[in-house]
């Protein structure tokens, strides 16, 4: 099975908005540990090409996204 190709775009920068304290990054921390995790199963390493392209795939638009309202009950 081959891995999955990742490519890197160039982004326009994007004003980052103030992080609130209703914010909840612990999935995005879940997230960046499972991958590097698959990585090891995988038996390929995290090295620093790996974590540039988490960083852009995963964290940049985590924290570039606009936050939404959660939905009312």
Do not use: Y
């Not at 909840?24 to 921390?29: I, Q």
């Not at 995790?37 to 540039?52: E, P, W």
């Amino acid at each position: 099975m081959t891995p999955p190709t990742w490519t890197t775009s160039q982004r326009a920068p994007v004003s980052a908005r103030p992080l609130s304290t209703g914010d909840d990054w612990s999935l995005v921390g879940d997230v960046v540990l499972a991958m590097g995790l698959l990585q090891v199963v995988r038996g390929q390493s995290v090295d620093a090409k790996f974590v540039r392209q988490v960083i852009d795939t995963l964290v940049l638009p985590a924290v570039q996204t606009p936050a939404t309202e959660a939905p009312k009950h």
